[in-house]
């Protein structure tokens, strides 16, 4: 069989969602880490809301959330390989992002509960990254894409 003829079955969209926000968080994991994107990066904590670091100069990071980060995108790129799994992904993630937003809001951020690190516009963002994953997961994943051969 000549490579070049095989088939490819192309992605459902909510498979390319599903591995469009797995590289935005992968990107994210990693600009959390890259002076000048991330200011005070050399005050980096691994843990904690004393973590001076803020991506962007508007969302505080940590080691710990960086890593999240790049272990969600690993998730979401792996997980758009199928469209169960990319559904599973956008809606379990919006779920998991929903809980985060309800936790930022019920935790004091100057306290030991806040170790991710949170701050408001962390709260704001994980709100809407919530929102939109699980929209995108019910709205693209309602049924799967079946091909005719």
Known sequence: MNPSSARTTPRSPVQLAALVVGVVFLLVGVLGFIPGITSNVDEIEFAGHQSDAMLLGVFEVSILHNIVHLLFGVAGVAL??????????????????????????????????????????????????????????????????????
């Not at 993630?93 to 809001?105: H, N, P």
């Not at 019920?106 to 929209?135: K, R, Y």
Request: proline letters at 3%.
């Open 80 to 149: 758009a390989r199928t469209w169960a799994g990319a559904r599973n992904y956008l809606i379990g993630g919006g779920v998991v992002y929903l809980l985060l937003w309800l936790y930022g809001l019920l935790i004091a951020h100057d306290s030991p509960a806040n170790f991710v690190p949170l701050n408001a516009a962390d709260n704001w963002l994980h709100l809407f990254l919530g929102l939109g994953m699980a929209a995108l997961g019910f709205l693209l994943g309602r049924r799967a894409v079946t091909s005719r051969i």
